[in-house]
């Protein structure tokens, strides 16, 4: 079975500009959560989304927003960019209940100029 | 709050050795499960090893074993038969089982391994 997969890569975008960052679960999977990893540190909760419905929230500005579509694919959104956004964006899935094991995407560098 | 404290910025082991990663973290929860997971260069986040609250035997996994102390609030991984492919970022994480399904991680251990 192919693992969570995310796109793009890497991406380059300049202050004041807005990203999207697309997730696809492990089939089967229907949760999924979303982690900010900044250089040097573990990485940070941002979302987490079942059946299409926002289940929780870290500690984040509203500029940071998510979605997930009735294939449980997702996408992260970021507004108005800042410096300090530059991290690694990680993906992470399971089948549904919290205590399950996460299983985590390739992640998306993001650099922000 | 509940908090993952890796104390051990960077380690280093001779291929074949034994190694020991610490662990400790803070919870008033009495349902939660523990997590090792490895990340190489290759930034994928990978799971090493998994531990349920509730049980007393301490997880194994191949060369991997836990040395879980609940009462202490300690979790630490051990590393045996260390290969180079070890080689990685090590990060301890938590979640408890009434969470909103967060992963609570440490700041991470880097492991090198000479050969």
């Known amino acids: 079975d192919a693992g969570v997969t995310q796109s793009p890569t890497h991406l380059i975008k300049t202050r004041g500009q807005h990203v999207t960052l697309r997730c696809s679960p492990i089939s089967g999977h229907k949760s999924v959560s979303w982690y900010q990893q900044v250089l040097g540190q573990g990485p940070q909760f941002i979302f987490q989304?079942?059946?299409?419905?926002?289940?929780g929230r870290g500690n984040f500005p509203d500029r940071f927003s998510a979605r997930q579509f009735p294939n449980y694919s997702s996408e992260l959104n970021v507004n108005a960019l800042l410096l300090g956004d530059s991290a690694l964006y990680l993906c992470?899935?399971?089948?549904?209940?919290?205590?399950?094991?996460?299983?985590f995407g390739p992640g998306t560098r993001l650099l922000v100029l | 709050a509940q908090t993952v404290t890796q104390s051990q910025p960077e380690m280093s082991v001779q291929e074949a050795e034994t190694v020991t990663l610490s662990c400790t973290y803070d919870?008033?929860?009495?349902?939660?499960?523990l997590f090792w997971y490895k990340q190489p260069p290759s930034r994928q986040m990978i799971l090493v090893i998994r531990q349920e609250a509730y049980k007393q035997q301490n997880a194994t996994e191949n060369r991997f074993s836990v040395n879980f102390q609940k009462a202490a609030k300690s979790f630490s991984l051990k590393i045996s038969d260390s290969q180079l492919g070890d080689a990685a970022m090590y990060f301890c994480a938590y979640i408890f089982g009434g969470s909103q399904g967060n992963l609570i991680f440490g700041k991470g251990t880097k492991l090198s391994v000479k050969p």
């Open positions: 919870t008033s929860e009495s349902d939660y499960y």
């Open positions: 992470a899935s399971r089948r549904l209940a919290a205590q399950e094991t996460q299983y």
């Open positions: 989304y079942y059946e299409k419905e926002e289940r």
